[in-house]
């Protein structure tokens, strides 16, 4: 089993920069994929960008350009690295680990752009 746990959400500033860190624990193997989702009030949860140990890397749409996910193959750990952030990225934000047809969830923490 693994455990995903997030990190470093709070209330930044428009134009702010914020980084938040994903760790999983519980598993001797290392998670094929890892991303980060988010979901604001009323909304569908998205996907914010994803990383696979083969090098694929895919970020939304709303995002590109400002955020960066990154990745250390060797363990099952993930960052975000968000720029430049908008009052409309305030949501939840959640870690995502895939292996072996199955999906793990971290928690989630509150990212909130506001003046």
Not at 56 to 66: C, L, S
Not at 77 to 84: F, G, V, W
Not at 85 to 107: I, R
Request: charged share 15%.
């Amino acid at each position: 089993q693994v455990q995903l746990v997030e990190s470093g959400g709070g209330l930044v500033q428009p134009g702010g920069s914020l980084r938040l860190s994903c760790i999983g624990s519980g598993s001797y193997f290392r998670l094929h994929v890892m991303g980060w989702y988010r979901q604001a009030p009323g909304k569908q949860r998205e996907l914010v960008a994803s990383t696979s140990l083969s090098g694929d890397i895919n970020y939304g749409d709303a995002v590109k350009g400002r955020f960066t996910i990154l990745r250390n193959n060797a363990d099952n750990r993930a960052y975000l690295q968000m720029t430049n952030l908008k009052p409309e990225d305030t949501a939840v934000y959640s870690c995502n680990g895939q292996w072996a047809g199955k999906d793990y969830w971290g928690q989630g923490t509150q990212v909130t752009v506001s003046s």
